[in-house]
């Protein structure tokens, strides 16, 4: 009943049937492809206790719920009939190149991603086993675990066709039978002919044959070939016959045409995207160690590191073992370790709680609740968990540690790191870099990661003044009249989550902005929409006037100030035209935020009624 409601309100939440054009998932998120992502409730969305946080990336519109993904899916597509949702739909709104790679690339690796993981792991055990001398090669064990663990890894052409095909807008059946076709035994016959000197043709044209087993884009390409054909024979065929003369065509056509050139192109191609990411790999290791190490957190957020699935893939598949896997997994122990500096140094019961399960989820590679539900929001741990993880993938930079089976950087990556030679320095440096991720993350978000420590003892309670036993205070009055609602509460995510600063917010009831420290105009936008100021203590107060309001180009704006110009509380900083933004549609909440609050001890809001211009509003505690 749990999931059926949950299920339930993110079905309504994302607009309904009506708007959704295809779902899926991965470890943690709902992935919907909507046909128009403004009807979706995001801000309901995200106060639904059952959802982590609703990220827009990559063409798709993300549900992060954790690791009970699973049951709510099954639960949306049996009760909402989603399970035939075409993944072609023509209405969908349009999407830049870069967002539609990505979108096909998780579309294709999603459906299977868990089970590719779950075999690396059994291929890192026996490779283990082997070291440690409990397991013998020869033996029948060994054989029968290393087939169940090479087994889809050597037909994964065979997955990628089902997946692509779908994908695609094809029959994905049609595409698996190509790719079969590409993995078929008869073919290595013919590979070993043709090594032995024996050419071979297909009416006369030559054929080169390759080895296609374990390989990545030859399939893909020809999925996507097969579809077009498909889309083109299908309604020009008769109806009575059109099931089997689609087929037909398609694999009588794509077959041939995928050994003699699709298949020798993209086996070129993908030969030299793994020779490019081994030559830039190799101008050093260390630095792209460092760079994927604090990165890759931040392309996890946005659902960016799908676009690297393929080039970890294609390198296992040229070469045998990977370099960049290996690397992503002190990001991971990066953001576990801030998570359990949290854990260990908050009082708070609720966050504590989240902090525990969230580390728990981390090690094993599940990332997300992490993120976004304790080291995001309070952004000092979430940076200190990306520079844990460069440092530590710096050291297995360094050492060239490598992976010889796919995965997703968790605890598990330690034992697919051990080559069949036994462990050596790459290895060693696998667990060192680990524990530097770690153990930074969590001593540093420990000690400085948590600013509310410093003040709870003596925060004041709504609308009362801090005391004056702090050593010292800055104090920021309201640049205009209105009411004051807190910064969580805006319809904004930039602005409620605090990612630009603490402050508070005002729905202004004058076009007035005035200045509200003493100070000088560090950025007077081009637009007049929004006003930098930095006080002469140091504070940077940033006023955005309205949300979205950039895009009105000034429209309704008249800037009194320019940059560098010095200002005293209360001076003239702007006027606008309060009915016009309004009737152009704009919400004019207007968000006064402490952009540097990092700076400080912490930043409170003074007032969280009626303000009046030159009120007491926020007060910067150092």
């Known amino acids: 009943m749990q999931y059926q409601e949950l299920a339930d309100d993110i079905f309504a939440g994302v607009g309904g049937k009506e708007n959704i054009i295809s779902v899926m998932h991965c470890a943690t998120r709902l992935r919907f492809k909507l046909k128009n992502s403004q009807k979706a409730q995001t801000a ?3 106060d639904n206790p059952g959802v982590i946080m609703v990220v827009e990336s990559g063409g798709q519109y993300q549900v992060v719920i954790g690791n009970q993904v699973a049951e709510v899916y099954r639960e949306i597509t049996s009760r909402h009939g989603l399970d035939n949702q075409s993944e072609a739909a023509d209405n969908a709104a349009p999407q830049g190149l870069f967002a539609r790679f990505i979108d096909l690339v998780s579309g294709i690796f999603t459906p299977f991603i868990g089970v590719m993981i779950a075999t690396g792991i059994i291929k890192g055990l026996l490779a283990l086993a082997l070291v440690l001398g409990v397991m013998s090669a020869d033996s029948g064990s060994y054989k029968v675990l290393f087939v169940a663990s090479d087994g889809l890894f050597y037909f994964l052409p065979i997955l990628l066709g089902y997946s692509a095909g779908k994908k695609f807008g094809g029959n994905p059946f049609v595409s698996m039978a190509i790719a079969a076709a590409l993995v078929h035994p008869m073919i290595l016959e013919v590979l070993q002919q043709q090594q032995q000197g024996n050419a071979l ?5 030559p054929l080169e044959v390759l080895n296609y087993s374990s390989s990545v884009i030859p399939i893909i390409f020809a999925a996507w070939v097969s579809s077009l054909i498909e889309r083109w024979v299908h309604p020009r065929s008769p109806s009575a016959v059109r099931n089997f003369t689609t087929p037909l065509c398609c694999l009588l056509i794509t077959v041939p045409l995928t050994f003699l050139a699709i298949g020798p192109a993209a086996t070129w191609l993908s030969r030299m995207l793994a020779e490019g990411y081994l030559w830039i790999y190799s101008l050093s290791p260390m630095i792209a160690g460092a ?4 990165i890759w957190q931040v392309c996890v957020i946005f659902g960016l590191h799908w676009g690297l699935v393929p080039i970890m893939l294609n390198n296992l598949a040229n070469f045998g073992h990977d370099t960049l896997l290996p690397l992503l997994m002190p990001a991971v122990l990066g953001q576990a370790g801030a998570t359990l500096g949290i854990f260990l140094r908050t009082r708070e019961a609720k ?3 989240m902090a525990g399960s969230a580390f728990t989820a981390s090690i094993f590679g599940i990332t997300e609740p992490a993120v976004y539900g304790v080291t995001l929001p309070r952004r000092r741990p979430f940076i200190f968990g990306c520079i844990g993880g460069a440092l530590g993938a710096a050291i297995l930079g360094f050492w060239h540690t490598t992976i010889y089976s796919f995965g997703f950087p968790s605890v598990f990556t330690f034992i697919q790191v051990v080559p069949n030679s036994g462990i050596d320095a790459s290895v060693l440096a696998a667990f060192a870099g680990a524990a530097v991720a770690l153990i930074f993350a969590c001593v540093s978000t420990y000690l400085f990661g948590l600013t509310e420590l410093a003040t709870e003892a003596v925060a004041p309670p709504a609308a009362v003044a801090p005391p004056t036993s702090l050593t010292r205070r800055e104090s ?4 205009m009249a209105g009411d004051v609602i807190p910064l969580d509460q805006v319809k904004d995510e930039t602005f409620a989550s605090g990612l630009l600063g603490k402050g508070a917010a005002i729905i202004p009831q004058r076009g007035r902005v005035v200045s509200p420290i003493d100070g000088v105009v560090s950025s ?3 637009t007049g929409h929004a006003i930098g100021l930095t006080s002469a203590q140091g504070a940077e107060v940033l006023i955005h006037v309205g949300l979205d309001t950039v895009k009105l180009d000034g429209h309704y704006f008249s800037p009194k100030v320019v940059n560098d110009q010095p200002v005293k509380v209360g001076d003239l900083l702007l006027q606008f035209d309060l009915d016009a933004i309004k009737a152009a549609g704009f919400d004019l909440t207007t968000p006064v935020l402490v952009s540097n609050s990092d700076d400080f001890v912490d930043v409170l809001t003074l007032s969280r009624t009626a303000v009046s ?10």
């Open 613 to 622: 211009e030159g009120a007491p509003l926020l007060a910067v505690l150092k």
């Open 351 to 353: 966050l504590k709680a």
């Open 44 to 46: 309901a969305l995200k």
């Open 524 to 526: 007077m936008f081009r």
């Open 476 to 479: 920021v009055v309201s640049p």
């Open 291 to 294: 760079v994927m190490g604090a």
């Open 201 to 205: 043709t297909f009416i006369g044209i």
